[in-house]
């Protein structure tokens, strides 16, 4: 595929499509509209606000068993099934959802929305604003907080109180405790993985490089680039942005046992050719670039940046303080770009979170995404014993 091609814009819902139905297929995407104008905690008011969202298994009469999945920058609601029309890519956690699996469908009503600001099907800065054009950069900024205060119009919509797990890693990781602080009655269980109680200076660091990136392209446009027509959007400063944060996902010694000092086949480096890396990285871009929005990428990775789960609530301590869910925190132990002190922070200060668990992984970061098995028990630890559909609960 042309890496220059426009990447996908948010996608129209079909007309009618309520929230959600009894019996509609597993990993089929559904949206759901806020009832009324969401406003927002640094000012303002998105007037509109849809969020796409994708269900398996099915919700019980008491809607006692409902999972809340939450996914990290560049994510979407596609956790499980495979790539087609609306999915560019697989389940990004396929081996965790379906009958048998940690996420048991026969047991558990997963729900994972597209977050606020995104570009899979919720509304984002490529979405129609007032006067029925794309927001583009007059997209209002967006926190945590507000991307959680729509997801819980979503539960209200779904007749969920009180999600019996929510889940997420890094980004994802983030609103799952910012559930858990802001809504701590209607969150049973908390797992979160390779996340901070508050965003770092070199977080936030690393982030603002890649907004850079995105905004010194002279496609950019100011933001307002989603009617420049096919292939004139600021492609190369989001291409820059994902190699930026690929570096960070991985962790050095992978990125020097995969390809040390070789070069691309092929190619030779010292003639104006790539080292291996280079081609991963150009790779990493490429995909990206296909299936992402630039807008929705400055937004979100802003939003993160504004992630402070003690902001307003007497400090961090405080805050984890407010934690009433059954916790497991988890981290992994070759993570550069939120280290496991992070976690051992939160585990510190949530009642009952009973130390960190360590994923063990040469990915680096993505090891939360990748170690598939070592998820899946952790996420068994606080399901085990937890009531089925019928009430009954597990040996």
Do not use: K
């Amino acid at each position: 595929m042309n890496p220059d091609a426009p990447a996908r814009a948010t996608p129209a819902p079909p007309p009618a499509t309520g929230a959600w139905r009894e019996g509609d297929p597993p990993g089929h995407r559904r949206w759901h509209r806020l009832a009324r104008p969401l406003e927002l905690e640094a000012g303002g008011v998105l007037p509109q606000v849809r969020l796409a969202f994708e269900t398996w298994g099915r919700l019980a009469p008491d809607r006692s068993n409902a999972v809340l999945v939450l996914h990290a920058l560049t994510g979407d609601s596609h956790v499980a099934g495979a790539a087609g029309p609306g999915h560019p890519t697989a389940g990004w956690w396929d081996a965790l959802v379906g009958p048998g699996r940690a996420l048991d469908t026969d047991r558990w009503f997963v729900v994972a929305p597209n977050v606020l600001g995104g570009c899979q099907g919720s509304t984002g800065p490529a979405s129609a604003g007032p006067g029925g054009r794309a927001w583009g950069g007059s997209f209002p900024r967006l926190t945590q907080r507000d991307q959680v205060r729509a997801e819980a119009g979503l539960a209200d919509a779904l007749g969920v109180q009180r999600w019996a797990l929510v889940v997420g890693g890094s980004m994802g990781g983030m609103r799952a405790l910012e559930w858990a602080v802001g809504e701590p009655g209607r969150v049973a269980a908390l797992l979160l993985l390779a996340c901070p109680a508050a965003a770092s200076a070199d977080q936030i660091a690393w982030a603002s490089a890649q907004v850079h990136a995105i905004r010194a392209d002279p496609q950019w446009r100011d933001g307002d680039y989603h009617d420049a027509g096919p292939g004139r959007g600021p492609h190369t400063g989001l291409g820059i942005a994902r190699r930026i944060a690929h570096i960070t996902y991985r962790s050095a010694a992978e990125l020097e046992a995969r390809f040390g000092h070789l070069a691309q086949e092929g190619e030779q480096p010292w003639l104006g050719g790539r080292y291996g890396v280079e081609s991963y990285l150009d790779h990493q871009a490429a995909g990206l670039v296909r299936r992402f929005d630039a807008a929705s990428y400055v937004a979100l990775a802003e939003a993160m940046n504004t992630h402070d789960v003690g902001r307003g609530r007497g400090g961090t301590r405080t805050a984890l303080g407010r934690v009433r869910a059954r916790t497991v925190v988890a981290g992994v132990d070759s993570d550069r770009l939120y280290p496991l002190a992070q976690q051992e922070e939160l585990a510190d200060g949530i009642p009952g979170a009973d130390g960190v668990r360590v994923i063990r992984s040469p990915h680096g970061h993505d090891g939360f995404l990748l170690e598939t098995d070592q998820v899946s028990a952790l996420v068994r630890e606080l399901l085990d014993g937890a009531p089925d559909r019928a009430g009954r609960r597990a040996p």
